[in-house]
Each structure stands twice: as C-alpha cells, then as structure tokens.
C-alpha cells in the first residue's frame, strides 16, 4: 500500500533526494567510494560544500556578503549559538513567544542577558500569531520563530525590523520566498523541509558579529566557522550531502515562486476540508494558519482514535497531534505533492460519511 507520509520531523523528502542520495551511499560519481567514507578534506567533498552554499544563496537570492554555514547541534544549539555571539551580558534581547520552540530559544537567552517577550499567544495556547508589538529600538536583537511546527502558526510576513532580525526558520524555510536582506540572521534545522536530521543551515550577514565582549568557545563561534567555511571540525557529511540534493531538487522544479504556489494550493484544500467537514475543526485562527503544520480536532473527542486507526489503516502516516494540542496535524513540507494531501482529504470525507 502506499503510504502518505505527513510526519513532522524528521519528515518526507523528495524521492529524488533518496534515490541521489542512495546512489551516492554506494558510490559517489567519479570517486568509486562511498560518500560515507571520504574525508571531509577531500576536494570532492570541498567542492560539494561550496556548491550546496552557492544553491542556498541562488535559491533564497542571498545578498552578496552574507555567509552560509553548515553546522552541527541541530536548531536547539542555536538557540544559545544566537546569545551567545550576540547577546552582551547587560544587554536585552526581545522575542515572539509564539510556540514551544520560541520558548526554548528564550529559556536559553536568558542564560546570557535580558530577555524581553515583546508578545505572546500563550494565552490562547499559540492559536495565533501576535500583532502590532513593538520592539524597543535598543533591543540586541529581535528573535521570531516563522513557523510553529507544534502549534500550526505561521508568519508569512518579512517584518521590518530596526534592530537585527533572526529567525528560526526550521519548518518553513524553502516553503516561500523570502526577503533575506531583512534578517540579521537565519537558521534551520534540516530535518524538516531539507534533508535528514544532523545538519543546520544558518545564513547571516557578518556584520552583526563581534561587537560583544565574551569568550567564546570556538565550536559556539560563528566567526570560526565562517573562516572555515563550515569545515573547522568534521561536518555531517551525509546530512549535507543529502540536503544539497534537496537544493538540486528545489531548483528543478522552479524554485521557491513554484514551491509558494504548491504550498499554498495544498494547504487550501486540506484547510477548506477541515472547514466543511462536521467531523473536524481547525485549532489556529484563520490569519496565522500555517502551511506547513496543519492542525486540527475531531467535533467528536470520542472518536479521535478512531479516525488515527481509520487513517493509518489507509496508509496516513503521522497525523496524530502533538500532546500539546491534541487531535490530528498534518504536516506537508515541500516533498508531500498535492495528490497526498487529496488522499488525506479523501480519506476525511469518507471518514465522515461512516460517522455523521
Ligand atoms: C524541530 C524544530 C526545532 C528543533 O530542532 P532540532 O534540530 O531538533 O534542535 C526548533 N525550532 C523549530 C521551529 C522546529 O520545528
């Protein structure tokens, strides 16, 4: 049977990425070795490095002089990566608390400086994305989470923002264009919406950097990797490898105006599924809705478990919620095509015809 597979992370991936990176597990073109087994030094590698960095730069139009990592520790390591090299012991940093994940980011600040929530959904359980805050102008740094992965809440906008912008892009990132010229910095864990877990992209513009008084460990020193173009330690060769054919794949099929209206074609019709069917109902106001994580309710508690076993038995795979909202999330990065999320959908109706 065919399986749909709507995990939220680590979670689906092109075939093309599987079927290239399989390939290259065995032999990588013209090496006659594994790409498990050659050094990290090797110029082969090098050039592949370099070319997954210049992609990242042609498909989200990086500006010029910013830089691109690939790092290890995962989105959790930046986190406290982000104060470390940013945030002076007497200064503030201001935050969106808009999620679980923005919560760990600031628990992690606060081990540097001051933090300063400038706004907060916690009141209705991160349904929605905060407006009209303001962000006091000697702030550090402002630190956004684009898309809440647990929650299902986005932010589709670049916001202006007059002190550094950073964002955690992790599920989102390729999911849309963005201006990145906005942002002071990014950073993404892979395993969402570019390759296995293991590897972290982070694109900043260097200029935010140095301008602290602190030691700095050198694996925690943006600066070190940066002058070592990701390369100061052993990198996760197969996590980069694997994501760079993501990038091949994202270029191939048009880039991120192509991946925008896919993505935006696909959450419509399970979004305006969930508002027309009498067996589900959405959990995130209509505004802040993501395009990644689509959360939503049985009307009937009671059958919450039934329809997980009327699914899976239909070949969904990870559309159970997370504990913390409950019900059923479907997550459809950029590798899930619209044909899955009409399964899900028809698998829906059909549900509620037995049940209504
Ligand atoms: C998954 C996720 C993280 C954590 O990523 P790790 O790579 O496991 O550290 C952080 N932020 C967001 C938005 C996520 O979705």
């Given at each position: 049977m065919k399986k749909y597979n709507f995990n939220a992370?680590?979670?689906?991936?092109?075939?093309?990425?599987?079927?290239?990176?399989?390939?290259?597990?065995?032999?990588?073109?013209?090496?006659?070795?594994?790409?498990?087994?050659?050094?990290?030094?090797?110029?082969?590698?090098?050039?592949?490095?370099?070319d997954a960095v210049a992609l990242v730069k042609e498909i989200l139009k990086v500006p010029e002089n910013y830089n691109v990592l690939f790092?290890?520790?995962?989105?959790?390591?930046?986190?406290?990566?982000?104060?470390?090299?940013?945030?002076?012991?007497?200064?503030?940093?201001s935050y969106l608390e808009t999620g679980a994940w923005a919560q760990k980011a600031i628990k992690e600040a606060k081990l540097f400086g001051n933090v300063n929530v400038v706004a907060s959904s916690s009141d209705k359980n991160f349904t929605y994305i905060p407006k009209n805050f303001k962000v006091p102008e000697d702030s550090a740094y402002f630190h956004v989470t684009t898309n809440n992965t647990i929650f299902g809440s986005e932010l589709l906008e670049d916001l202006d923002s007059k002190v550094p912008l950073i964002a955690d892009m992790s599920s989102?990132?390729?999911?849309?264009?963005?201006?990145?010229?906005?942002?002071?910095?990014?950073?993404?864990?892979?395993?969402?919406?570019?390759?296995?877990?293991?590897?972290?992209?982070?694109?900043?513009?260097?200029?935010?950097?140095?301008?602290?008084?602190?030691?700095?460990?050198?694996?925690?020193?943006?600066?070190?990797?940066?002058?070592?173009?990701?390369?100061?330690?052993?990198?996760?060769v197969f996590?980069?490898?694997?994501?760079?054919?993501?990038?091949?794949?994202?270029?191939?099929?048009?880039?991120?105006?192509?991946m925008e209206k896919k993505n935006i074609a696909k959450a419509k019709l399970l979004y305006d599924e969930i508002?027309?069917?009498?067996?589900?109902?959405?959990?995130?106001?209509?505004?802040?809705?993501?395009?990644?994580?689509?959360?939503?309710?049985p009307t009937k508690p009671e059958l919450e478990q039934e329809f997980i076993k009327f699914a899976t038995e239909k070949g969904m795979v990870g559309i159970k919620g997370h504990r913390s909202v409950g019900g059923f999330r479907a997550s459809i990065y950029n590798a899930m095509d619209i044909e899955g999320v009409q399964a899900l959908v028809d698998c829906m109706k059909e549900f509620e015809k037995q049940h209504a």
């Amino acid at each position: 049977m065919k399986k749909y597979n709507f995990n939220a992370g680590p979670s689906i991936l092109p075939q093309y990425t599987l079927d290239k990176t399989c390939k290259a597990v065995k032999e990588l073109d013209n090496i006659g070795l594994s790409v498990l087994e050659i050094s990290h030094r090797s110029k082969e590698f090098q050039k592949i490095v370099d070319d997954a960095v210049a992609l990242v730069k042609e498909i989200l139009k990086v500006p010029e002089n910013y830089n691109v990592l690939f790092l290890g520790g995962g989105a959790s390591l930046q986190f406290s990566m982000v104060p470390y090299n940013l945030l002076g012991d007497n200064q503030t940093a201001s935050y969106l608390e808009t999620g679980a994940w923005a919560q760990k980011a600031i628990k992690e600040a606060k081990l540097f400086g001051n933090v300063n929530v400038v706004a907060s959904s916690s009141d209705k359980n991160f349904t929605y994305i905060p407006k009209n805050f303001k962000v006091p102008e000697d702030s550090a740094y402002f630190h956004v989470t684009t898309n809440n992965t647990i929650f299902g809440s986005e932010l589709l906008e670049d916001l202006d923002s007059k002190v550094p912008l950073i964002a955690d892009m992790s599920s989102d990132i390729f999911s849309r264009p963005v201006d990145v010229s906005k942002y002071a910095l990014i950073y993404a864990g892979a395993q969402k919406n570019l390759g296995p877990a293991g590897v972290t992209l982070v694109i900043l513009n260097p200029d935010i950097l140095g301008k602290i008084e602190r030691k700095i460990p050198s694996m925690l020193d943006y600066k070190i990797h940066i002058k070592n173009n990701s390369l100061y330690n052993t990198p996760p060769v197969f996590a980069i490898y694997a994501s760079f054919m993501t990038l091949q794949w994202l270029k191939e099929q048009g880039g991120l105006e192509e991946m925008e209206k896919k993505n935006i074609a696909k959450a419509k019709l399970l979004y305006d599924e969930i508002e027309r069917n009498s067996m589900f109902c959405g959990t995130v106001e209509k505004d802040s809705r993501s395009r990644m994580n689509v959360c939503f309710l049985p009307t009937k508690p009671e059958l919450e478990q039934e329809f997980i076993k009327f699914a899976t038995e239909k070949g969904m795979v990870g559309i159970k919620g997370h504990r913390s909202v409950g019900g059923f999330r479907a997550s459809i990065y950029n590798a899930m095509d619209i044909e899955g999320v009409q399964a899900l959908v028809d698998c829906m109706k059909e549900f509620e015809k037995q049940h209504a």
